[in-house]
Nanobody
Framework: VQLQAFGGGLVQAGGSLRLSCLASGRTSSSYSLGWFRQAPGKEREFVAA????????DYADSVKGRITISRDNAKNTVNLQMNSLKPEDTAVYLC????????????????WGKGTQVTVSS
């Protein structure tokens, strides 16, 4: 399975960015995708996930209300719409793949994408 992340970049505080993750290869017919982020000197943390089964979404408390994860069926991508960005959102954002239609937490991640940099200036 290969994961390609799109989007990212530099934005001012209060601005918006949209990330997309495309999974290709032997993905199987049912899988879930999530986003994590890692800032310099900090541990990797969960941001959001989309479960193919039922379209369930999960969010970290720190991003609820500001970030929305969704699936684009036409493009077969999972998108992360990030609004009201804050400097503390600055990090490398990584896409994560799980087999199975229900997101089951970081311990079940089978593949990681290379990440895309998001920088929020104050």
């Amino acid at each position: 399975v290969q994961l390609q992340a799109f989007g990212g970049g530099l934005v001012q505080a209060g601005g918006s960015l949209r990330l997309s993750c495309l999974a290709s290869g032997r993905t199987s017919s049912s899988y879930s995708l999530g986003w994590f982020r890692q800032a310099p000197g900090k541990e990797r943390e969960f941001v959001a996930a989309f479960s193919w089964r039922g379209g369930r979404t999960d969010y970290a408390d720190s991003v609820k209300g500001r970030i929305t994860i969704s699936r684009d069926n036409a493009k077969n991508t999972v998108n992360l719409q990030m609004n009201s960005l804050k400097p503390e959102d600055t990090a490398v954002y990584l896409c994560a793949f799980q087999y199975g239609g229900t997101w089951s937490g970081p311990q079940r991640v089978a593949f990681w994408g290379k990440g895309t940099q998001v920088t929020v200036s104050s």
